[in-house]
């Protein structure tokens, strides 16, 4: 048996590290979920999750996080451009504001967030005088998770922005491109995958999210009750097992999509030939 | 005039890349725009493809002002020093990109745009490629890509910045014939830049020399060197030699040296003169009176450079830069001498050449 030899030492022990951390941070958590559901019985469990107050939590959860993440997607890439291509003054403390969510308690970006956008706030008035509610909605929960997750696409476009080829554009234009063609068949595709990957993040992010979220979501069962909410409110029913089937649904649901945009995000680098 | 650039000025705050630049350009000619860096010979052909634009001055492109016009508009092909290649598109593909972005009524059917691509990467020798993408080509293979990408929109200007800079100096001797060769089957009208005086002397049917964003002169190869037209043409073209001293009765004078120069009935101030290493000969005939002592052999191959130091019993001796000459030797020449390092044997200079009026020697 030959040993293969690496330039770096210490495969054995980085591995080591990571599975017992792993293991102990994420993996078992998680087992200990799926034996706590197993406490009930399929007729339960079913009884549970086919409640029409949880599933529609589940809706409000699942499209809020996604019409979120889905408005990042843009807001982040022309908030990354910027930053990246214009000389702005003061870039810095504009380049520091973006992770400002990142610091900031959740609980106090939401009840900054409601008491803008109550209807009687700064904000929230002029949506009124439109006929808008926004606070105690799910068009507030949404505006909470894009408040929560643009940070995530911002943060993973830059780089790869940063490292674009400005002299590619100038290749384009000059073989005759216009400039959205240019935008669309030269400067979007590099950006693709790192577009998804921000999106999956600020995604899992927002189908998390609570501190934010409870105070502008007004948690009205059937309208705007959180999936996260619901859980809290279980567990204040002493009602463990009936949490740990909702959490591990939900975790779930999320596990597969997370999944779906990783093999999308696979298939557009196969496509374009980077791996 | 295919190219007319008239009166061009470009500024970057203090520094002035381009000072008022005049230059025409025939159909069909293949020009070298050469230069140190800094010298705005990139400026100067990023100006001509729309890319930067000038302060001042304007830019014809076959009797048309197009000065502010758009890339687009201009018929240029252009090739970068980096390739510039679209990496997340196949070879196919980049070259392809040109013709899929015309616009719809413009744009040649699937069929002649596959037709055309794999006509140009044939003329490129790289149809074997097609599917690959660029991250996986060599060097030359993305370069010579790169300029199949910028003929497949049949440009009237083919200009290259840089275009085998990146390369190793293998691979850059072949690709410089292949574009000469290559130009010889097209026609079209080409503008290079380089820093590199070996390759504009072998691709370019004339060469553009720029210093501190001026032209110092436009010639072919052959005038640029035989006869420069500045100081810094000849110091920047090939390896020369520079002596300090005056013009004084026929003589160029320096430190108790008495070279001889033909045609030469003036008498001048403090200048120098400029003396090519194979314009110098060795002879082993100690009555010249201009003794040098070897002092380094450097075989290049098929010839010999010699290091020689002038020895002179005057106090300050003749005021040669670097305290030595450069003399070329070939091969022949240098077995039959048999020079050692150390000896003393004479030299007899041939040709010199020398500016009137002459400010100090830009030797950047």
Known sequence: MSQRRSLLPGFGLSLGVTVFTVSLLVLIPLVALVTKSAELSLGELWHTLADRRVLAAFRVSFSTAFAAAFFNLFLGLIVAWVLVRYPLPLKRAWDSLIDLPFALPTAVAGIVLTTLYSPNGWLGQFFAELGIRVAFTPLGITIALIFIGLPFVVRTVEPVLQDLDRQQEEASTSLGASRWQTFRRVLLPPLVPALLTGFSLAFARGLGEYGSVIFIAGNMPMKSEIVPLLI????????YPGATVIALASLVVAFVMLLIINGLQQWTRQRTGRD | MSIQVNHLTKRYG?????????????????????????????TLLRSIAGMEFADSGNILLEGRDMTFEPIRHRHVGFVFQHYALFNHMSVFENVAYGLRVRPRAQRPPEAEISRRVHELLDLVQLDWLAKRFPPQLSGGQRQRIALARALAVEPRYLLLDEPFGALDASVRKELRRWLRRLHEELHVTSLFVTHDQEEAMEVASRIVVMNHGRIEQVGTPEAVYDSPATPFVSTFIGSVNVLHGSLRDGHFDTGGWQLPI????????????FVRPHDIEIVRDASTPWPVRIRHVQPMGSSYHVEATPVTDTVQGPRVENDYLTVELTRQTFKTLALEVGEVVGIRVHHLHWFHQETAPALD
């Open chain 2, 14 to 42: 203090d520094f002035t890349a381009l000072d008022d630049i005049d230059l025409a350009i025939d159909d069909g000619e293949l020009v070298a725009l050469l230069g140190p860096s800094g010298c705005g010979k990139t």
């Open chain 1, 232 to 239: 809290v409110t279980k567990l204040e029913q002493y009602n």
């Open chain 2, 262 to 273: 033909p045609n030469a009935d003036l008498n001048s101030r403090s200048q120098n003169a």
